[in-house]
């Protein structure tokens, strides 16, 4: 049987994806919210999604469903907010007798996973988060081969760069009480992908901490990591034009390249698959890399021989 979505955040640029997901594992959304009325998106989806600009006129309708029949109330609430509104809408997934699925990053500050918790057990619903890297191909099979690899520290190199014009500075993603900053906003899934594969943290060094830019040293159980963030396109190894390849992502392993460029168009509809399927990815799996990033946000900055080469060109 098909399940009832409701979507809250259903204008903003990641709501797309996750429509398709919902249409595409055969289920439907019956309602959205977005303070902003330009979800003309709607519409290549169905015509019968009850929309809403306000949060709360959207929780008066799920609580109606709720207590009407089975197949009219909301199964699923999908999260796409501004992430600092995330464990709020998350509350209230669970409060009309939802499962809700979370855009990363799940909540900024880990001890609101506790409350979080706590409102799963009492309502008996589930709150699972969006992770697609895990369910990456390529990156599976690397995490089999790495498992099954036994040796010395791996040595590792993460650089993200994807360029952001000023708009970023001055939308919510640009205040750090509001987004998390660039390790949370931008790193998270990158962060998660690195515990996935190499195990607990073990210490965490920050080397460069900027708004458009941060770099650092992490040791894992396995592995050695320096990583660079940055949203500026004076990053780039090339030059960037508007409308053109504004993105580079690069992973060493041991001096080799990951390779995962492509297999990127369906994550978000694995996730759901996943998710629907009961091995969705909740709480506890996101717990490693929420907490990271809150330990890179809260890390004094230090300066070491072993940052980043991005890093030590910043700072030149």
């Keep these: 049987m098909s399940k009832n979505f409701a979507v809250i955040g259903v204008g903003g640029y990641i709501a797309p994806r996750h ?8 289920n439907r959304v019956v309602a959205a919210a977005d303070p902003k009325d330009s979800v003309g998106v709607l519409d290549q989806f169905s015509f019968d999604t009850r929309f809403f600009t306000e949060i709360e006129r959207l929780d ?17 609430l999908t999260v796409c907010s501004p992430n600092y509104l995330h464990d709020a809408h998350c509350r209230l997934g669970l409060r009309v007798g939802a499962d809700v ?9 880990p001890w609101n996973l506790d409350s979080l918790e706590a409102l799963e057990q009492e309502t008996g619903r589930r709150v699972f988060t969006v ?22 520290e791996h040595q590792v190199e993460l ?19 509001k987004s998390g900053g660039i390790p949370t906003n931008i790193g998270i899934h990158f962060f998660d992908l690195l515990v996935w594969l190499f195990g607990p943290v073990k210490g965490v060094e920050v080397h460069l901490f900027e708004p458009r830019r941060c770099s650092g040293l992490l040791r894992l159980e396995r592995a050695q990591v320096r990583w660079f963030l940055s949203i500026d396109n004076a990053d780039l190894p090339f030059t960037a034009e508007p409308g053109k390849k504004t993105t580079h992502r690069s992973i ?20 759901y698959e996943e998710m629907l399927a009961g091995r969705g990815f909740g709480i506890s799996d996101a717990r490693g890399s929420i907490e990271l990033v809150h330990r890179i946000r809260t890390a004094a900055v230090t300066h070491s021989v072993d940052a980043h080469p991005l890093a030590r060109k910043a700072k030149s």
Excluded: M
Excluded at 60 to 76: D, I, N, P, S, T
Excluded at 132 to 152: D, T
Excluded at 159 to 177: F, L, M, P, Q
Excluded at 252 to 271: A, I, K, M, N, P
């Design 101 to 109: 699925l979370c855009e990363k990053p799940l909540v900024i500050n």
């Design 131 to 152: 992770l697609q890297l895990r369910v990456h191909p390529k990156l599976v099979e690397l995490r089999e081969q790495l498992s099954a690899k036994q040796g010395p």
């Design 19 to 26: 429509l398709k997901a919902i249409r595409d594992t055969g």
């Design 252 to 271: 060493t392993v041991d001096g080799r390249e990951v390779e995962f460029s492509e297999g990127f168009t369906d994550l978000h509809t694995r996730v």
């Design 60 to 76: 008066r309708h799920l609580e109606k469903l709720r207590r009407g029949a089975e197949e009219q109330r909301v199964h699923y």
């Design 159 to 177: 650089t993200y760069v994807t360029s952001r014009g000023n708009w970023y500075d001055v939308s919510w993603k640009g205040v750090a009480e």
